[in-house]
Every structure is written in structure tokens, then in C-alpha cells.
């Protein structure tokens, strides 16, 4: 069981938008850098925030990342049946001293 | 290019050791974070490690502490992971990565699968 807590699933139309959430602690979400990874089946995951809402380069911006507290969101625009994945939370966590990811959300694109 | 290659999928009886390999190219690999992430069958992504290749300076997380040690030979820009006795829990795909962005793992070597049995 993550420290991190993200919904199992979520599912949205085609060219809808969706958000995911990422639950933490003060100990990991409230003082750290939250990244939020893209994981498609068969691939290797992919960054798509840094810096709690930074885009690193070719990322388009259709993903958008915000933190508020303890709590952090993954937005995503525009939705394509490309965007089927599984997406990641990660943050470092301060009292464990060690690097947490969350525990996933499946993306279905209706 | 920018990249990370890992070493190629193991096939392994429990007991056996092993050690795998994530090569960089395209950066300074001496000056960049590297973690090593497990992902078992149908789960979710797990953070095991990480080091700093310029020092070896190395954290584990404590679910893996004691049953992997984790290397670098910044001689030839290599990380590694290495378990001494593997056990049938060890199936699972394992991926590299480098800290490059502040808290983002942006380079990904393409993944290690580990079966045993």
C-alpha cells in the first residue's frame, strides 16, 4: 500500500478532460516536488510533470500538474484514445527518506 | 542521443544471484540521480533505490534494503542492481531512470524483465 493514494480508475469521453489526484502527507506531498508519470503497456514511463507543474520538453500542453498542500492533480485536456494509460504520482518522501510513486490510476477514453 | 540501455531479460531458479545493468549515453551521467523502479506483474510502480553515480552515494528504500544492492561505475557511465539469492517474488519488469529535472525521472532505459522460478 503506497503512501501516495490515487483513485484506481478513472474514464472520460474523447476531447473531454480529466483530472487525477495524488493524496500525501506533509512528511512527502506537502514538502517535496510531486512529477507525475504516463505508463503505457509494453512501454517504458514516461514524464510528463516535474516540479509539480512543469513540462519537460515535447510534452504537449494538454497535461497540466498543480499542488495544493498535501494534495496534488494531474489534468489532462483534450482527451485521445492515446492517452489510455496507466499514470503515476512520484514525490520524495522526508521522514522515510526515501522516493514514493503512487499506486496508479488506469485512464480508460470512452 | 539521450538515452538509457538496460541489460537484456534474465531467466533465473530462485537462489541464484544476479546482476543487471542500465548503460547511459548522451549526458553527464556522473552528476544525475539514478533510481531503479520494479513493477510485478499487474502493478504498480515500486522505488527501490537510488544512486548518485559521482560518489555512489546510494538510498534504499527499506522494502528492498538488505536484498538488493544497487552500483555504479562511472568509469563506464553504468549503473547496476544485484540481488545475491533470488527469490520467486523477484519476477518482475525493472526499469532505471535518471533524475535530470528537478524530482523527474526523464530518461527511462526500456525495462529489465526478471523471471524465476
Known amino acids: 500500500q503506497s503512501v501516495l493514494t490515487q483513485p484506481p480508475s478513472v474514464s472520460a469521453a474523447p476531447g473531454q478532460k480529466v483530472t487525477i489526484s495524488c493524496s500525501g502527507s506533509?512528511?512527502?506531498?506537502?514538502?517535496?516536488?510531486v512529477s507525475w508519470y504516463q505508463h503505457l503497456p509494453g512501454t517504458a514511463p514516461k514524464l510528463l510533470i516535474y516540479?509539480?507543474?512543469e513540462r519537460p520538453s515535447g510534452i504537449p500542453d494538454r497535461f497540466s500538474g498543480s499542488k495544493s498542500g498535501t494534495s496534488a492533480t494531474l489534468g489532462i485536456t483534450g482527451l485521445q484514445t492515446g492517452d489510455e494509460a496507466d499514470y503515476y504520482c512520484?514525490?520524495?518522501?522526508?521522514?522515510?527518506?526515501?522516493?514514493?510513486f503512487g499506486g496508479g490510476t488506469k485512464l480508460t477514453v470512452l | 542521443e539521450v538515452q538509457l540501455v538496460q541489460s537484456g531479460a534474465e531467466v533465473k531458479k530462485p537462489g541464484e544471484s544476479l546482476k543487471i545493468s542500465c548503460k547511459a549515453s548522451?549526458?553527464?551521467?556522473?552528476?544525475?540521480?539514478i533510481v531503479w523502479v520494479r513493477q510485478m506483474p499487474g502493478k504498480g510502480l515500486e522505488w527501490m533505490g537510488i544512486?548518485?553515480?559521482?560518489?555512489?552515494?546510494?538510498k534504499y528504500s527499506p522494502s528492498f534494503q538488505g536484498h538488493v544492492t544497487i552500483s555504479a561505475d562511472k568509469s563506464i557511465n553504468t549503473a547496476y542492481l544485484q540481488w545475491s539469492s533470488l527469490e520467486a517474488s523477484d519476477t518482475a519488469m525493472y526499469y532505471c531512470?535518471?533524475?535530470?529535472?528537478?524530482?523527474?525521472?526523464?530518461?527511462w532505459g526500456q525495462g529489465t524483465l526478471v523471471s524465476v522460478s
Open positions: 506533509s512528511s512527502n506531498i506537502g514538502n517535496n516536488y
Open positions: 516540479e509539480n507543474n
Open positions: 512520484g514525490t520524495w518522501d522526508s521522514g522515510l527518506s526515501v522516493g514514493v
Open positions: 531512470a535518471a533524475e535530470r529535472l528537478q524530482g523527474g525521472f526523464d530518461i
Open positions: 544512486i548518485y553515480p559521482g560518489d555512489s552515494d546510494t
Open positions: 548522451g549526458y553527464s551521467f556522473s552528476t544525475y540521480w
